[in-house]
């Protein structure tokens, strides 16, 4: 997958770019499953790893992204459910979601159910790629008044 922006002199541009974690299996498998689609309706796939990318949502170096970001055309951000749904509005098979957002109380739902699924996405397919034992040890040696910082690496 290229992870390159170019876009060439007549090219349309596209209606925007999933910026996606390239490093999570669960992340790539789904935009590889759903990449014609998407790219069919205007929607570019592109890793948050990508510098350009990086440059334009400014995550911190080296920091776990925490949900998949929609980069529109016009400049506008939408990140998680949000994008989800703003995707889905442009498939037929997937309106429904959409649909299903607008009915009160459902995006607050569909934002709880995203932040799930993207807190354990490196754990779905039975084994977690996620070290958290760190700061799982670095938690129980604050509160058993152990003097190592909490942002402190082992």
């Not at 993207?118 to 003097?147: I, K, V, Y």
Request: proline share 7%; net charge positive; with cysteine.
């Amino acid at each position: 997958m290229n992870t390159e922006k170019t876009v060439d002199i007549g090219e349309t541009q596209p209606r925007g770019w999933l910026c996606f974690d390239a490093h999570c299996p669960f992340c790539s498998s789904f935009v590889s499953r759903f990449q014609i689609t998407l790219q069919r309706r205007g929607f570019e796939p592109a890793p948050l790893q990508a510098a350009w990318v990086a440059a334009r949502l400014g995550p911190t170096p080296g920091a776990i992204p925490d949900e998949m970001k929609l980069l529109l055309a016009d400049g506008s951000i939408l990140g998680g459910a949000d994008a989800v749904v703003r995707m889905a509005g442009t498939i037929w098979w997937a309106w429904p979601l959409h649909f299903a957002s607008r009915i009160p109380g459902v995006i607050l739902l569909l934002r709880w159910l995203y932040r799930r699924i993207a807190e354990r996405r490196a754990c779905l397919n039975g084994t977690c790629r996620l070290d958290t034992q760190p700061l799982r040890r670095s938690l129980a040696d604050h509160h058993h008044g152990a003097s190592t910082a909490f942002f402190e690496m082992p």
